[in-house]
């Protein structure tokens, strides 16, 4: 009677009774046990998967073309992030790049020149890639541009792998309007891969420190200062920025022009991380690369270290985390204005990370970004992946959006003109362009937009006594060429580079002398 009674109260009289000791023991080691199991199956998994990424990443590197002069040896005497700490200047920048490149020279001059690469080498003189044989200077190095009397003073700083060539003409533009121009040589860079392949991102960014000072002291008080970053430096440009929040010891400059910046790059790239770990017991050392090929760009590397990477994307780490403690803080206001040029189609950065990591996050009135869409009117515009940049286009239609926004698309659809659809505030206006795509172009690339199409290295148009990248048109079998197939297909040069240029001046001239009239078009 009593069990019935406790039955109907939803009751068990055997649950109240405890649980002699021995038993609770049982079941706490049980429980235990389970949880030793879980755990040593997980790490079994674990190593089965790591064992199985090594031996996957090490037969790859084993495929790769055998390793040269360049991939192994490198100038010695390279900016460290260390030099910025025991007080370098930027003079004293500029004398031990010098040495670097006499480095270079001799490393060039000796050893390598017994390397057997062919005709196609910018590590060996004789070639018509040497980057000697066009200009006067070589614009893989630090140049200086300086205005008498300045009106401003722009740094410069070009993308990963690249040089400071990449950001010539805009340079070349800007010293002829009274600017003082440097053009800083990110350290790694513009020498051989080899260098890159020990930079380190904290080393970038101390060089970018060391050329605003030196950019500082170049140009009278309170004169403007402005950088560019293009791609890597774009990322190095907006970090430099937004670490001079706070800190008035620093030169700041009244506004950033970010050219396809790398805010955000894939998340995959975090398997990097993997590599100085693995590396070292591997036992190869071209596990060291993920690509290996001729060196036939006298202004960017063609093989790519994985440290590249890496360093790549602990930049962008770091760098959202910052953006993040400004936005927290509610000093994204306290940031430069911001003009970014960006490809909606792009391989390299994540073209959603520069709007949801920075430019959505900026105050209104704080950032404008040119858009340019795929070629509409391509015939070629059904075998695309996907719809590129009509997720952006939508932002033309969304409220309270902080940035000014121009997309530049097609018009009618199967016609070839284009128009600028642009968007300040709540303000609407929409532009024709005299302008229009070329033949069987069907986007732009993350490495066109600074690069004008007469450029006689990577332009579409003209000739060159160099090898003209950006003219190769070739046709053969699959597999045959040395180089890469995706070099003879990715756009290198700008069709609408006038336009752009003009544009990212205006904006930079409003900045130097507020009073200056409007350019006449948005932006």
């Given at each position: 009677m009593i069990d019935a009674a406790l039955e109907r109260q939803g009751m068990d009289w055997r649950a109240s009774i405890p649980l002699p000791m021995p038993a609770r023991s049982r079941l706490r080691s049980r429980a235990t046990r389970i949880a030793l199991y879980a755990v040593l199956n997980l790490t079994v998994i674990s190593l089965i998967v790591a064992f199985t990424v090594v031996r996957v990443w090490v037969a790859y590197a084993r495929s790769l073309p055998d390793l040269n002069g360049w991939h192994v040896q490198r100038p010695p005497d390279e900016f460290r992030a260390r030099d910025e700490a025991r007080g370098e200047t930027f003079d004293q920048y500029l004398a031990r790049e010098e040495r670097v490149f006499d480095q270079l020279d001799r490393l060039c001059r000796g050893p390598w020149s017994a390397e057997r690469v062919g005709s196609y080498c910018r590590f060996q003189a004789a070639s018509p890639c040497f980057p000697g044989h066009l200009f006067e200077?070589?614009?893989?190095?630090?140049?200086?541009?300086?205005?008498d009397p300045p009106r401003a003073g722009a740094l410069l700083v070009h993308g990963l792998s690249d040089s400071p060539y990449s950001l010539r003409s805009l340079a070349l533009a800007l010293h002829a309007r009274g600017v003082t121009v440097i053009g800083l040589r990110v350290p790694g860079h513009g020498t051989c891969p080899a260098a890159l392949a020990r930079a380190t991102c904290e080393d970038w960014s101390a060089a970018v420190r060391v050329a605003m000072r030196g950019l500082a002291?170049?140009?009278?008080?309170?004169?403007?200062?402005?950088?560019?970053?293009?791609?890597?430096?774009?990322?190095?440009?907006?970090?430099?920025?937004?670490?001079?929040?706070?800190?008035?010891?620093?030169?700041?400059?009244?506004?950033?022009?970010?050219?396809?910046?790398?805010?955000?790059?894939?998340?995959?790239?975090?398997?990097?991380?993997?590599?100085?770990?693995?590396?070292?017991?591997?036992?190869?050392?071209?596990?060291?690369?993920?690509?290996?090929?001729?060196?036939?760009?006298?202004?960017?590397?063609?093989?790519?270290?994985?440290?590249?990477?890496?360093?790549?994307?602990?930049l962008t780490q770091i760098l959202r985390a910052r953006l993040d403690a400004l936005a927290a803080a509610g000093r994204m206001g306290e940031l430069p204005t911001i003009l970014a040029v960006q490809s909606a189609a792009d391989s390299t950065v994540v073209v959603g990370a520069l709007v949801d990591e920075l430019m959505a996050k900026l105050p209104p009135g704080g950032g404008e970004l040119i858009l340019f869409d795929i070629n509409r009117a391509s015939r070629l515009e059904g075998l695309l992946k996907r719809d590129y940049g009509a997720d952006l286009a939508a932002s033309l239609s969304k409220e309270g959006m902080p940035y000014s926004l121009t997309l530049v698309t097609g018009g009618e659809p199967g016609t070839p003109g284009l128009i600028a659809k642009s968007r300040r505030g709540a303000v609407r206006s929409e532009e024709a362009l005299t302008m229009s795509w070329p033949r069987d172009v069907f986007s732009l690339s993350h490495v066109a937009l600074s690069i004008a199409?007469?450029?006689?290295?990577?332009?579409?148009e003209g000739d060159s006594p160099l090898l003209p990248l950006g003219r190769l048109h070739a046709r053969g079998e699959h597999?045959?060429?040395?180089?890469?197939?995706?070099?003879?297909?990715?756009?290198?040069?700008?069709?609408?580079?006038?336009?752009?240029?003009?544009?990212?001046?205006?904006?930079?001239?409003?900045?130097?002398?507020?009073?200056?009239?409007?350019?006449?078009?948005?932006?």
């Open positions: 200077r070589n614009w893989n190095r630090t140049f200086v541009l300086e205005a002291e170049r140009v009278p008080p309170r004169t403007p200062l402005l950088m560019v970053g293009y791609s890597n430096g774009g990322a190095l440009s907006v970090q430099y920025a937004a670490e001079t929040v706070g800190d008035p010891s620093r030169p700041c400059p009244v506004g950033l022009v970010l050219i396809s910046p790398m805010i955000g790059i894939t998340p995959l790239a975090g398997l990097t991380e993997l590599y100085p770990a693995v590396t070292p017991f591997s036992g190869e050392p071209k596990l060291a690369w993920s690509a290996v090929q001729p060196e036939i760009d006298p202004f960017k590397y063609s093989s790519w270290p994985i440290n590249a990477s890496l360093q790549g994307y602990r199409p007469d450029d006689p290295v990577y332009g579409s597999g045959v060429l040395a180089i890469s197939e995706g070099l003879l297909m990715r756009l290198r040069s700008n069709p609408f580079h006038a336009w752009t240029q003009d544009k990212i001046l205006a904006w930079m001239e409003a900045r130097i002398d507020p009073n200056a009239p409007a350019s006449g078009g948005p932006p």
